[in-house]
């Protein structure tokens, strides 16, 4: 049996920072973002004694609520994100003690961007075995802890934030998580987006704090292009594999990057944008966070019912992408 998605749950922080606000602190205007990338707000967590598993605990809680469940029924829980909490212990162990979900063992997954297509392609794995009954997702990135606020090439596009689904045994054949292909290049990827310092290549030290090292960095022009080819072909090959069409697609819920690569990829599928999910006006690009947001909003909202389908693509450092093809 496939794996369904039973429960979806988001979880943003309050403050509020508008482009208006990056304004101040640097050489940029709300024009250029808002025309260039399609983000006018973003949100960031302050508090520094708050980040990414506290996102995710938050999601957590929701999921288990919304579902009506109690946290030892989860099997394993799954996290998502490219800035944990510490290297070591997993974001996936903080978010299991703070639930206190007793039966579960859990583990975070490295893929950025589409940490949540690959957290969801692989949480599929193990319900589809057998091996798990009751999955958890999540997405979570607390962007703003490695954003350098003097570089306006990266400070603009990412906001923090977090979304998770429940995974189960579909009900019904013909329903679930039907399909899946995932990627990665990483002859191309490595030197085009990522964050050099903390690692073991380069571990903390003065110099690297110096360098500003632990910050990400990016050739936006460079990944732009690679975004735009990739998520297009992969959303194509979904619709191909699977027989769907422009008519049939109900949602395209894409990485929420940058407006122009979303609108190209629903242009290469045939696809009119009121079938585009696109909420990244108000949240930016919240990396692992960006689908599983779109799903809870998307749910909330009443948008999705049995037998929805939903082309889910997304693209990021490494380079990694993927599409994945869900029948609600
Ligand atoms: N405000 C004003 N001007 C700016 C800003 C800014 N914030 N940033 C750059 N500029 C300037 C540049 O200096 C350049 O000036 P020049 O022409 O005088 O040299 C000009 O604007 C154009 O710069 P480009 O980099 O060519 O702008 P582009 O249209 O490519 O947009 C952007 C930049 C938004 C970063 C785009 O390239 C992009 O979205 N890239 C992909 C991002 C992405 O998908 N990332 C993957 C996921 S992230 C992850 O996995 C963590």
């Known amino acids: 049996m496939k794996a369904a998605i039973t429960t979806t749950a988001k979880y943003l922080p309050e403050e509020v920072l508008t482009n208006k606000d990056l304004e101040r602190i640097l050489d940029t205007n709300d024009e250029w ?3 260039r990338t399609g983000i006018r707000e973003r949100r960031i967590l302050r508090d520094p004694k708050k980040a ?26 799954i996290v998502a994100t490219m800035t944990p909490d510490m290297i070591f212990p997993s974001t996936a162990c903080l978010v299991q003690g703070n639930i206190g979900a007793t039966n579960a063992w859990g583990f975070d997954l490295s893929a950025a961007c ?13 319900i589809e075995s057998g091996n798990c009954k009751k999955v958890m997702v999540i997405g979570a990135d607390k962007m703003s802890s490695i954003l350098d606020y003097e570089d306006r090439t990266t400070a603009i596009l990412f906001g923090d934030g977090a979304g998770g689904v429940i995974l189960e045994a579909a009900k019904e054949d013909g329903y679930g998580v039907l399909d899946a292909r995932l990627y990665s290049d990483g002859l191309n990827g490595p030197n085009h987006l990522l964050m050099s310092g903390g690692g073991s290549l380069h ?7 110096d360098q500003r090292m632990h910050f990400i960095r990016q050739d936006g022009r460079q990944v732009f292009k690679a ?17 769907l069409t422009s008519d049939t697609i109900d949602w395209l819920v894409p990485h929420q990057a940058n407006q122009r690569i979303m609108h190209a990829t629903a242009e290469r599928m045939g696809l009119p944008e009121e079938k585009v999910m696109m909420n990244i006006q108000n949240y930016g690009n919240t990396t692992a966070g960006t689908i599983p947001i779109c799903l809870a909003e998307l749910d909330e909202q009443k948008k999705i019912q049995t037998g929805s389908n939903l082309v889910l693509v997304s693209f990021g450092a490494g380079y990694t992408w993927g599409g994945v093809y869900v029948r609600w």
């Open 114 to 126: 589409s940490g949540f297509v690959y957290g969801l392609h692989t949480g599929a794995q193990f």
């Open 33 to 35: 973002i808002t025309t």
């Open 203 to 209: 571990p903390a030290s003065h110099e690297t704090v």
């Open 227 to 243: 975004a735009v080819t990739a998520m297009a072909d992969v959303a194509v090959e979904m619709m191909e594999r699977n027989g």
């Open 52 to 77: 990414t598993a506290y996102m995710a605990t938050e999601v957590a809680n929701s999921l288990l609520e919304k579902r009506g469940i109690s946290a030892d029924e989860i099997d394993l829980i």
